[in-house]
């Protein structure tokens, strides 16, 4: 399957039935589009109690560590798995908070399994997360992305294959199905829209679609202004006639990095392309070479000062399927 769908701040929503359906994150969706409005269904049955798991969505502590400046142009020097959120079968898709304490990843619960989003917690940036929990949020939901203010998380979902393709959804505080509504702005009609990433400012979303309908995945962007997201446009600068999946921007808007396979057909190196001015065009992107491998790796989300990537991987040094890495600039 693709990457997870966020909504916008229009349309009414109730609770849809958590049918799942099987889909991966890091493949394409095999997702019927949404009726015209923005509705969700309702469900059957009581939710399950996520208190604490939505009490951890708000700001968390910001722990007792300052800052670690690198050189963001530097090599990664120090790459590991995040062992303790790895298990045997797909975890990935991992994003955070500011403060590097919250992370919301996409896990399957079995081989095979549809996708869900959890949250995992830590007190410091250099302690290990603690166990993850489910958010119940819309059926075969994957590649949750958090506001910088925690208050909007973005994702994508077929909504249990109720739809034919995958679509961008936003929940607000406290983070369920009930208050997920569709970015219908955004989202196309007959493709699949996937892998949103907010930026820092909240101005611009980054998703991957294969509009028009059939065509390979690409990096799209769409401008939101006054509180609303604009018609999106193909970042023409940095896709290519291979498929781009998973754009992560840096904090300050200069750096966009992303998965593709220009160079391995049917497998996704790093790659990053740079640009001078927030809203200049990027430049030609160059592989990220010390993080690439034989294996599948697609970027996640990088950290505020651009000292830590986060990224998904098959190497066979994990536990299973797709696992979680970090990389460092010192």
Known sequence: MKNAKGGLTSGIVTVY?????????????????PDADTTVDSAAGNDADFSDTNASTGPADQGSEGPRPCDPAAEFTIVEPVAELNGATDDEGPRLTPDE??????????????FQIYVAKRGSRDAEFGMAMPILLLAN?????????????????????????????????PFSAATTVALIE?????????????????????????????????????????GRFMQPSAVAAVNSSAAERSPVLSAEGLRLYFGSTRAKTNDYDIYVARRSERHGTFEEPSPVGELNTSSFELPDWISPDECTLYFRTDRPVGPGGRDIWRARRR
């Open 101 to 114: 304490l919250v992370m919301y990843i996409t896990r399957r619960t079995g081989q095979g399994q549809p």
């Open 17 to 33: 039935v958590l049918s799942l359906s099987v889909a991966c994150v890091g493949d394409a969706p095999f997702f019927p589009e």
């Open 141 to 173: 939901a994957s590649g949750a992305m958090i506001a910088t203010d925690q208050t909007a998380l973005y994702y994508s979902s077929d909504r249990g294959s109720a739809d034919a393709y995958a679509h961008l959804y936003m929940a607000r505080l």
């Open 186 to 226: 955004v989202n196309s009609a007959a493709s699949d829209d996937y892998a949103p990433y907010v930026s820092a400012d909240d101005t611009e979303l980054y998703f991957i679609s294969d509009r028009p309908s059939g065509a390979d995945d690409n990096i799209y962007v769409a401008p939101r202004i006054d």
